[in-house]
């Protein structure tokens, strides 16, 4: 009687576990995205990657995509938690602030509304200088206009705005960059027009 309550305990184990099998194991955790980017034409992953500060096997994790996936325009990515990035309202328009690649604590942010572009940058820990370009969102080359240059004090909050040309305004989304005039790193996010 002992030797048949312990085959079956061990059939009873073996069946428990092929059935436990068959089902599918526990989803990971959802993936918190902070931010969405739709691609660009031409866009690499390094350059997406770097825009959002973080690893380009992250972002590929986050949208199931290949490490080794080449970027096609339209696609539709999620930034996960853990992005330098953030959005929310802010004053008259859509703010998005990103911590600028070239200095780790600094931040950028812009807005865009009432024909302006109004940029805020803070927490620089060395004088810099950028170029501040715009650009219809929805044009994949070219079309930039260079709107005017943005000195930084070393550490210091700044802010400025500039004029939004009169062939943006009625653009609903506004590509807002920043160049660094020294090292040519280049900080670009899409902005929605206020109006």
């Given at each position: 009687?002992?030797?048949?309550?312990?085959?079956?305990?061990?059939?009873?184990?073996?069946?428990?576990?092929?059935?436990?099998?068959?089902?599918?194991?526990?989803?990971?955790?959802?993936?918190?995205?902070?931010?969405?980017?739709?691609?660009?034409?031409?866009?690499?992953?390094?350059?997406?990657?770097?825009?959002?500060?973080?690893?380009?096997?992250?972002?590929?994790?986050?949208?199931?995509?290949?490490?080794?996936?080449?970027?096609?325009?339209?696609?539709?990515?999620?930034?996960?938690?853990?992005?330098?990035?953030?959005?929310?309202?802010?004053?008259?328009?859509?703010?998005?602030?990103?911590?600028?690649?070239?200095?780790?604590?600094?931040?950028?942010?812009?807005?865009?509304?009432?024909?302006?572009?109004?940029?805020?940058?803070?927490?620089f820990t060395k004088k810099q200088v950028f170029f501040v370009k715009v650009r219809d969102a929805a044009q994949n080359f070219g079309g930039w206009t260079k709107i005017g240059t943005f000195r930084v004090p070393k550490s210091t909050t700044a802010s400025k705005s500039y004029q939004l040309p009169d062939d943006l305004?009625?653009?609903?989304?506004?590509?807002?960059?920043?160049?660094?005039?020294?090292?040519?790193?280049?900080?670009?996010?899409?902005?929605?027009?206020?109006?």
């Open positions: 009687m002992k030797t048949h309550t312990i085959k079956f305990v061990f059939a009873l184990t073996i069946a428990l576990a092929l059935v436990a099998g068959a089902f599918p194991q526990n989803a990971q955790a959802a993936v918190k995205c902070v931010s969405y980017y739709t691609v660009q034409k031409g866009d690499t992953t390094p350059k997406i990657s770097h825009t959002y500060g973080l690893k380009w096997r992250e972002i590929a994790d986050a949208n199931k995509l290949e490490r080794a996936w080449k970027p096609v325009a339209g696609t539709y990515l999620c930034i996960p938690d853990g992005a330098s990035v953030k959005e929310g309202s802010s004053g008259s328009g859509i703010s998005t602030t990103t911590t600028v690649p070239s200095d780790k604590k600094a931040s950028f942010s812009a807005q865009v509304g009432n024909r302006k572009v109004t940029i805020n940058l803070s927490s305004r009625n653009k609903l989304y506004i590509d807002v960059c920043l160049k660094n005039a020294s090292t040519d790193e280049l900080i670009c996010r899409t902005v929605l027009n206020t109006q």
